[in-house]
């Protein structure tokens, strides 16, 4: 075989981290990797494995909406994996005490009444608990959808995310003391000495919530563990942490941060009718009409009221697989994750899962000795060693050459493999193929919700947020374009925009709703 000869460079990442190339400039057929005819061979197989019709996804999006219903359906009532599950039940073909291992909770009233006015002022505190980091927030609400926020960000450990749960809650409010002391003084939007502040803490892992200030965990999702938390009141026990420190704060709302982004969005923005979040997991929320949630009927609040409803959505379809086509690879990562069977849908289109996926494919391609020959790739064969990261800037990168040089420098930089110009054209298409199947399933949730609550005519803002919407390419786009291939042109009434703040401003405008609510004596016992 010829030498190889090699032209170098290097391609600054988005983080500033410099990745070495190295290019090839001998014949294809002289390396041992696949041809490009190969490769074209095996692209459509996973076209046909990974595309979504129109005619799918609106059978989808059927299946979605009645879920949906199902969960505001009765009191204690929970949104079935599956209707094949629910009528099982009904029928009494599965015993009841069997029914703790087979249900999800989505549709969680969350005890936000109505909009904001936008007439909502004064200091907030806000803390977010999210999955890399904890965030505590002094909110100054201007009105008329002005605010001023100070922020700091704490970083959370691998180890306190899987330590007993009573610590990380006294670990938030360590934080959250040290926040207060750095922010306490005499000068502008500063907190005055022993000023009493209400906190809306952003707590986005499912909850059972009997009123705002309240929530049983259900289940940790994005990575937790930490013991003798699920079950409990995560308020009660954040509320003995508050206690633990003394701070001059008074826990007025537990929220999700996409409710929290439903409700900044909206005060933003008064066309926002339902929120949403595609990031390391994915969530949604919308306004519904309390005649419409016969699970809270028996609590006396007025018919014509609307409270926001967490959707939960990362559920659909779990266990059993009904509706949502999954691949073998989708079956791995399930198989493989520390919820098998659970948050089906959030595994096919959230950003911890897409890369997992992607490398799926590429290993079955190592197996069938299609890729790599003579190369050791042991490093690419250990599980969530591929970003989704990477696939965005596979899809990102703009080449000036015909090299595809960012795919050249992720593989020789992170997994010690050379590639071949058919290989990289392959795996800029398979990154496509599995980007635009979340996108487009994506869409099916929300043309779900567009279709419960009758948005479709007169049309509604959607407001997004979460790294794959914010930084994913085309993302956005190919969200709208499956919301056009669901509803035909009038999908085209239904935009996405990057969402307001809701774990930090959300909360605090809810925060800010919870009292006033409260000091009118509105519903004051949720």
């Known amino acids: 075989m010829p030498a190889s000869r090699r032209g170098s460079g290097s391609v600054i990442l988005p983080s500033g981290q410099t990745l070495a190339i190295h290019t090839r400039t001998q014949d294809e057929e002289d390396l041992p990797h696949a041809t490009k005819k190969t490769m074209a061979d095996h692209l459509r197989k996973y076209e046909s494995l990974f595309t979504l019709t129109p005619q799918r996804m609106r059978m989808i999006?059927?299946?979605?909406?009645?879920?949906?219903?199902?969960?505001?359906?009765?009191?204690?009532?929970?949104?079935?994996?599956?209707?094949?599950?629910?009528?099982?039940?009904?029928?009494?073909?599965?015993?009841?005490?069997?029914?703790?291992?087979?249900?999800?909770?989505?549709?969680?009233?969350?005890?936000?009444?109505?909009?904001?006015?936008?007439?909502?002022?004064?200091?907030?505190?806000?803390?977010?608990?999210?999955?890399?980091?904890?965030?505590?927030?002094?909110?100054?609400?201007?009105?008329?959808?002005?605010?001023?926020?100070?922020?700091?960000?704490?970083?959370?450990?691998?180890?306190?995310?899987?330590?007993?749960?009573?610590?990380?809650?006294?670990?938030?409010?360590?934080?959250?003391?040290?926040?207060?002391?750095s922010n306490t003084g005499d000068g502008p939007g500063q907190l005055r000495p022993g000023q009493l502040l209400p906190l809306g803490f952003t707590f986005s892992y499912p909850c059972t919530q009997e009123r705002i200030d309240h929530g049983e965990l259900i289940r940790w999702t994005k990575g937790f563990g930490a013991p003798n938390t699920e079950g409990r009141d995560v308020a009660g026990m954040f509320k003995k942490s508050l206690g633990k420190y003394q701070l001059p704060v008074e826990l007025t709302a537990l929220i999700n941060d996409t409710t929290g982004t439903l409700i900044a969005s909206h005060y933003v923005n008064p066309r926002t009718k339902i929120a949403v979040i595609f990031g390391t997991g994915c969530n949604a929320a919308y306004m519904e009409r309390v005649k419409d949630i016969p699970k809270i009927s028996h609590l006396g609040i007025a018919?014509?009221?609307?409270?926001?409803?967490?959707?939960?959505?990362?559920?659909?379809?779990?266990?059993?697989?009904?509706?949502?086509?999954?691949?073998?690879?989708?079956?791995?990562?399930?198989?493989?994750?520390?919820?098998?069977?659970?948050?089906?849908?959030?595994?096919?289109?959230?950003?911890?899962?897409?890369?997992?996926?992607?490398?799926?494919?590429?290993?079955?391609?190592?197996?069938?000795?299609?890729?790599?020959?003579g190369q050791n790739t042991y490093k690419i064969e250990k599980p969530y060693c591929f970003d989704t990261a990477f696939l965005s800037l596979m899809e990102r990168y703009r080449d000036p050459t015909d090299e595809l040089?960012?795919?050249?420098?992720?593989?020789?930089?992170?997994?010690?493999?050379?590639?071949?110009?058919?290989?990289?054209?392959?795996?800029?298409?398979?990154?496509?193929?599995?980007?635009?199947?979340?996108?487009?399933?994506?869409?099916?949730?929300?043309?779900?919700?567009?279709?419960?609550?009758?948005?479709?005519?007169?049309?509604?803002?959607?407001?997004?947020?979460?790294?794959?919407?914010?930084?994913?390419?085309?993302?956005?786009?190919?969200?709208?374009?499956?919301?056009?291939?669901?509803?035909?042109?009038?999908?085209?009434?239904?935009?996405?925009?990057?969402?307001?703040?809701?774990?930090?401003?959300?909360?605090?405008?809810?925060?800010?709703?919870?009292?006033?609510?409260?000091?009118?004596?509105?519903?004051?016992n949720v």
């Open 303 to 373: 018919s014509d009221a609307e409270m926001a409803i967490n959707c939960e959505w990362g559920a659909f379809d779990s266990f059993e697989h009904e509706h949502l086509p999954r691949t073998k690879y989708d079956a791995v990562v399930d198989d493989t994750s520390n919820k098998p069977g659970e948050q089906a849908f959030e595994k096919l289109i959230s950003g911890r899962y897409l890369g997992e996926i992607f490398r799926l494919v590429i290993c079955e391609l190592i197996d069938e000795g299609v890729l790599f020959l």
């Open 405 to 524: 040089l960012m795919i050249i420098g992720i593989f020789t930089h992170f997994f010690a493999l050379e590639t071949t110009l058919a290989e990289r054209q392959f795996f800029r298409a398979l990154a496509k193929l599995v980007g635009r199947r979340a996108a487009r399933l994506s869409s099916c949730g929300i043309a779900a919700i567009v279709n419960k609550m009758g948005l479709l005519e007169e049309g509604c803002s959607v407001g997004a947020d979460g790294s794959l919407y914010n930084k994913y390419p085309s993302f956005a786009e190919r969200v709208h374009e499956g919301l056009v291939d669901i509803f035909g042109d009038r999908g085209r009434n239904v935009v996405t925009h990057h969402a307001e703040d809701g774990s930090g401003v959300g909360s605090a405008i809810i925060a800010a709703m919870t009292k006033a609510r409260r000091e009118a004596g509105l519903y004051p």
């Open 61 to 181: 999006v059927e299946a979605f909406t009645e879920c949906l219903e199902l969960g505001l359906s009765k009191p204690n009532q929970i949104v079935i994996a599956s209707r094949w599950i629910y009528r099982a039940i009904r029928r009494k073909h599965i015993h009841p005490a069997f029914f703790e291992l087979l249900v999800l909770d989505p549709m969680i009233p969350t005890w936000v009444f109505g909009w904001p006015t936008g007439k909502e002022t004064g200091d907030y505190l806000a803390l977010d608990l999210g999955g890399t980091n904890l965030r505590v927030c002094l909110v100054t609400l201007q009105g008329e959808g002005k605010f001023e926020i100070t922020q700091t960000k704490y970083r959370l450990s691998e180890e306190q995310k899987q330590d007993d749960g009573q610590k990380l809650f006294d670990f938030c409010a360590e934080c959250l003391q040290t926040f207060i002391e």
